[in-house]
């Protein structure tokens, strides 16, 4: 047996942008035009004060405008810090306050479960790895760049494929589009992260136009947030099959697919399937 990915297929592909800034709003038209989805990662202890008056529409976002986007926008919200500390520089004790206290926040704000963050700076370690699952997280996304599809070898150490800037995007982009998943046990995890922030400094929006609109859209892509592909690969972990594989237990929530000689099958939440 083999894991795929929802619907049969080989790719997936997702976005994970830091800090609540206004251009949030912008990236986010980007993404639904073409059919995309992502992740953004929240400071509730950085909310500029609803009574700001702005010079310029830039920045942190006031708590107001944060609901008015993200609530019922598909689009994840995450923890990313209750105020950016770097954790691979403070005490133990502050971690925790800031995982904890950011992923409370938003759960109440936004009224959902806040089960994924991205380490602010890109800071982690083992210990905050430790502290982030004991706050019941479930990945954590990092800084490092695969420069590649691979999935997660440990969930709170998720790597993500490149940032926006890298000078590969559009080659990866090139490659993820136009190649096929050579065997039957791949599956490819495209995964872009940065600060929608960047766009307005650099004045480049042109980037994430052009790369969204390239991988925007195609049938054999499934387009996901970063809770929802944490939680599909740990349902596939979880069937359960007899001895000579001739029956599968989905015990989980999630309709998952998977390949057993070169066939492709569902299992639905909750379905005992006899191949």
Request: charged share 30%; hydrophobic share 35%.
């Amino acid at each position: 047996m083999y894991m795929k990915l929802k619907d049969g297929k080989a790719k997936v592909l997702t976005f994970s942008y830091d800090d609540a800034t206004v251009e949030d709003i912008r990236l986010i038209e980007i993404l639904d035009k073409n059919g995309l989805k992502g992740t953004f990662n929240v400071n509730t202890g950085l909310y500029l004060p609803e009574e700001t008056v702005r010079e310029k529409y830039v920045g942190r976002m006031k708590l107001s405008e944060a609901r008015e986007l993200y609530i019922n926008s598909g689009h994840e919200v995450a923890v990313h810090g209750l105020t950016h500390l770097y954790m691979g520089r403070i005490k133990p004790d502050e971690v925790i306050t800031e995982i904890l206290e950011d992923r409370k926040n938003i759960e109440q704000q936004y009224g959902i479960l806040a089960r994924g963050m991205a380490y602010p700076g890109g800071l982690f370690n083992d210990e905050i790895m430790a502290t982030a699952r004991k706050c019941g997280i479930r990945y954590g996304r990092t800084t490092k760049s695969t420069e590649n599809f691979t999935f997660p070898q440990d969930w709170l150490a998720f790597h993500p494929t490149c940032r926006h800037k890298s000078p590969n995007l559009m080659e990866l982009a090139k490659k993820f589009v136009e190649e096929d998943v050579k065997h039957i046990s791949e599956n490819w995890l495209f995964c872009v992260w940065g600060h929608s922030r960047e766009f307005s400094r650099d004045d480049n929006w042109d980037v994430i136009e052009k790369f969204a609109e390239y991988v925007g859209c195609k049938d054999d892509v499934w387009y996901a947030t970063n809770i929802e592909i944490c939680d599909y690969v740990t349902a596939y972990e979880r069937l359960e099959t007899s001895m000579d594989k001739s029956t599968v237990y989905n015990p989980s929530a999630v309709d998952v697919w998977f390949s057993h000689k070169n066939q492709v099958y569902c299992v639905k939440a909750g379905e005992t399937l006899s191949l």
